[in-house]
């Protein structure tokens, strides 16, 4: 008897060891994972940033702070910077507003919706480069299919990716049509979600449709848009696939956002160690500004009323 | 992929079998594809073995051949079984896209990998002083590897023959390929409006105005704001007298320069396509192949396209023809070459030498050239088989166009090691000019200054 709780213990003890060694081996995998392509890469990359390594020139040598100096001295990363956070308010409004407004849509069970809302998904479903080599093709002012459609109707052609503005419209137009499904997708779930009570309430009160979506519908929405928000926010600061393979950050360096101009710098002109101090740079601007969003505009948080 | 994958083979039994199926493949392969190759070709073992070269010195050996999908290794591939015959040595390809290859291989090189053992290469000047290519006079001047007299270097082109010379005198690379900028103008359209084929750049803006209509481009040539774009635009500054690198500075503000930028942009801008300050070579050739342009000019390799009826709208109507003039100075078009180098960090680099003097040796580029490569090789130019493949009058505008240019200029530019960032703001500053949102003049000297600043001292 006496040995007993012993025994209960040190069975206790044993199980709790073996549920430790099971832990540790289910996340061994994601650890080494997360630690050789993130941390590894991000701690040698930031290590580069603070040289001035150049692969064809080698060796490197130790330059202080001189790459992140020449960085906020020089116009072109105020350009990039100023460049990417057009392109990144834009089209992630533009894709908030469509996405929304097909999600609301496409709420109200008809017999077309299912169809519907596969069609819509679709653009995330093509390979994304496949998608924007066809679009360069499309955009192609004089073989183009977009041009024709335009001639087709008596107007005049465009100049899609020729010209500073319109080359940027043309990219944050692609950038929509390949991501408002992914926020009709978050929606579409959060609209799902949503308690039947509130709508019922507002149907009993005599509340108009608009006066349902602006006060029941869309402060429920809340934490579903910023989610939804914060991803794709992410996602077009970094944007890279649809300008390379479209302008190239051109013409000029009118669409050279800041990712372009730090693969510019590290992977074209091989000088890793400037181009690591602008992607360091883009992770700061990141990080802060996501921490802004989180604290402070308590979108996190599902309104009371 | 599947050549990635191999490395990371592991030997099991199954795996062993399999492997000892596919090398008794491997070993009959050369006998059956080899022997077809031959018969194409016209040359056998033979024309190989005369030479006084110790071919079998690595047999057993394994190279890795690294490149892009390019009309080289489209045309040498059918071709290395009967280097493996010859030699003994076995070959692996890793051939990617163009982009993806070029932009991954620094990376590759710069952290010291010995593979590939042989690769492609553009950016000479940084893979020297970075110490990524062998140097090759040792290997040139060992009896064992190559017999002179065979190997016969006053057969290849005199561009392409000082293309790889380094100040030092060191050779680094062979050069593979010979492309020279070339005009092409589509006859259909030139004879409507009763012109003659533009000799001067003043009758080829002419020309092009008279070309443009609503449905028709007058020129069309890419100009793209990145640096690989700057391809046509060189040979006019050249040919005005212009050069983009003088004693190690960037020299693209001068005013030959300026004054080839100001008409480079006048014919795009006045008789170019809508959008073509977003055109690379593909968006040129295209709008040229389907009739959407009268005239373009770019690298030689366009005539293979141009001329080919299943791919190309106009392959009747096209003239290929010399690179204009200023009228007072000569013409000098802009030329490449695509070299291939031996890493200076591969285990197995007289194989891999020995591999390069086998694909540019005068048997190989006649029976490469049939299939429509430009090679580097007098004798390979002037066979039967390459003028039939690319064009009789193509050939000839191609190999008159190599003869005029002037391959220390290009080397000057291209083989800086910041040779990169020279040609972006190169490229950045005419796009400027092209759009008309800054003057030729303004757009050239804020590119020179921007570019000499990034320039390591």
């Not at chain 1, 130790?62 to 105020?78: H, I, K, R, V």
């Not at chain 2, 390809?93 to 932009?103: A, G, I, P, Q, Y």
């Amino acid at each position: 008897m006496g040995k007993r709780p012993a025994g209960g213990s040190g069975r206790k003890a044993s199980w709790r060891r073996e549920r430790g060694h099971f832990i540790l081996l289910m996340l061994t995998p994601a650890i080494v994972l997360l630690t050789g392509l993130i941390l590894v890469p991000f701690v040698v990359g930031f290590g580069l940033s603070f040289t001035d390594y150049i692969l064809s020139l080698p060796p490197a040598r130790f330059a202080g702070f001189d790459n992140y100096m020449t960085l906020l001295s020089t116009p072109e990363f105020w350009g990039s910077l100023r460049v990417t956070l057009i392109f990144t308010v834009c089209s992630v409004v533009l894709q908030t507003a469509i996405g929304l407004g097909l999600a609301i849509l496409l709420h109200e069970e008809t017999r077309g919706v299912p169809i519907l809302r596969a069609i819509y998904l679709l653009p995330m479903a093509v390979t994304p480069i496949a998608a924007v080599f066809t679009f360069r093709m499309m955009f192609n002012p004089s073989l183009g299919v977009f041009n024709h459609i335009l001639m087709g109707m008596g107007l005049p052609p465009q100049d899609w990716l020729g010209t500073g503005n319109m080359a940027l419209l043309s990219l944050i137009l692609v950038d929509t049509w390949q991501h408002a499904p992914f926020i009709l997708l978050i929606i579409a779930g959060g609209l799902a979600s949503l308690p039947g009570d509130p709508f019922e309430a507002a149907k009993i009160d005599g509340a108009t449709p608009w006066q349902t979506f602006r006060l029941v519908t869309l402060p429920l929405l809340k934490p579903f848009l910023a989610i939804a928000l914060l991803f794709r926010s992410i996602d077009a600061f970094k944007t890279f696939d649809i300008i390379y393979v479209l302008t190239s950050g051109g013409p000029g360096t009118s669409t050279t956002t800041l990712n372009m101009y730090a693969y510019k710098q590290a992977i074209e002109f091989v000088s890793l160690g400037y181009g690591s101090s602008v992607a360091i740079v883009m992770l700061i601007i990141i990080t802060i500004v996501t921490q802004l969003f989180l604290r402070r505009s308590r979108l996190l948080t599902v309104a009371e009323s | 992929m599947t050549d990635r994958n191999k490395e990371r083979f592991v030997l099991s039994r199954r795996a062993f079998t399999r492997s000892a199926f596919m090398a008794g493949t491997a070993l009959a392969m050369p006998a059956i594809i080899g022997r077809s190759a031959f018969a194409q070709g016209g040359a056998g073992l033979e024309a190989y073995t005369s030479a006084n070269v110790d071919w079998k010195r690595h047999a057993g050996t394994k190279i890795m051949v690294g490149g892009a999908t390019h009309p080289w290794s489209n045309a040498v591939t059918p071709f290395i079984p009967q280097f493996t015959e010859l030699t003994g040595i076995e070959v692996e390809t890793d051939f990617r896209s163009e982009t993806e290859f070029l932009t991954a291989l620094p990376i590759k090189l710069a952290s010291g990998s010995p593979t590939p053992d042989v690769f492609m290469y553009l950016a000479y000047g940084q893979g020297i002083t970075a110490g990524w290519l062998e140097p090759l006079n040792a290997y040139y001047e060992n009896k064992d590897l190559v017999d002179p007299a065979w190997y016969d270097e006053a057969d290849i082109l005199k561009s392409a023959r000082e293309y790889p010379l380094w100040q030092n005198g060191e050779r680094y690379a062979f050069a593979i390929t010979a492309e020279a900028q070339t005009l092409y103008v589509n006859r259909g359209y030139l004879k409507e409006k009763g012109l003659d084929t533009p000799k001067t750049f003043d009758e080829l803006l002419a020309a092009a105005r008279a070309l443009k209509s609503n449905d028709v481009a007058g020129i069309a040539m890419r100009a793209k704001a990145a640096g690989n774009a700057t391809f046509p635009l060189t040979g006019f500054i050249y040919s005005y007298g212009g050069e983009l690198v003088r004693d190690g500075r960037v020299a693209y503000d001068s005013p030959e320069a300026i004054a080839a930028v100001e008409m480079f942009t006048t014919l795009l801008r006045e008789a170019g396509p809508i959008g073509v300050s977003n055109y690379d070579w593909y968006e040129a050739l295209n709008d040229f192949m389907q009739g959407a342009s009268a005239i373009t000019s770019d690298t030689s390799n366009f005539a293979t396209d141009i001329s080919n009826p299943q791919k190309s709208k106009v392959a009747a109507d096209a003239g290929f023809a010399l690179f204009p003039t200023t009228g007072s100075r000569p013409a000098i078009p802009n030329m490449s070459c695509w070299q291939a180098a031996v890493n200076s960090k591969s285990n197995n680099k007289e194989a891999a030498f020995l591999f390069l003097l086998w694909a540019t040796s005068k048997a190989t580029s006649l029976q490469t050239s049939a299939r429509g490569l430009a090679t580097t090789r007098v004798s390979a130019w002037e066979s039967e088989g390459f003028r039939s493949a690319f064009g009789q009058e193509a050939a000839q505008a191609a190999l008159a166009n190599l003869h005029n240019a002037d391959a220390e200029l290009a080397k000057r530019a291209r083989f800086h090691p910041q040779s990169p960032q020279i040609l972006n703001e190169l490229a950045v500053g005419v796009s400027l000019a092209l759009s008309g949102s800054e003057t030729a003049e303004k757009a050239m000297k804020d590119a020179a200054a921007k570019a000499n600043a990034q320039l390591r001292k």
